[in-house]
């Protein structure tokens, strides 16, 4: 089983920034794809985006796509995501995951591992 750790999350007004991390515990998180997914109060946890193992495949959501942007570091053992243009809407837990399989998938239940998420709060 892979540990996972979010960081990043906060505090923002909106049109502002932040960039999550997901560190993870060994090294075989190079050998899989991984996703990010958030949950709001009171709403289903959502994908947000996805990136193969090599990184050379992402995809993101629709509500995503152009303002926010998924890598990994696989030297380090990390994933991140570049959130800009953040809006109230955005706000939520977000959570990093694994799968046990190269590809990525939007869907959660083909993830096996999770971290326990990092608090993204958007003002207006």
């Known amino acids: 089983q892979v540990q996972l750790v979010e960081s990043g999350g906060g505090l923002v007004q909106a049109g502002g920034s932040l960039r999550l991390s997901c560190a993870a515990s060994?090294?075989?998180?190079?050998?899989?794809?991984m996703g990010w997914f958030r949950q709001a109060p009171r709403k289903e946890r959502e994908f947000v985006a996805a990136i193969s193992r090599t990184g050379d495949s992402t995809y993101n959501a629709d509500g995503v796509k152009g303002r926010w942007t998924i890598s990994r570091d696989n030297a380090k053992n990390t994933a991140y995501l570049q959130m800009n243009s953040l809006k109230p809407e955005d706000t939520a837990v977000y959570y990093c995951a694994v799968r046990s399989t190269l590809y990525p998938s939007s869907s959660l239940n083909n993830y096996n591992d999770w971290g326990k998420g990092t608090q993204v709060t958007v003002s207006s």
């Open positions: 060994e090294r075989t998180f190079s050998s899989r794809a």
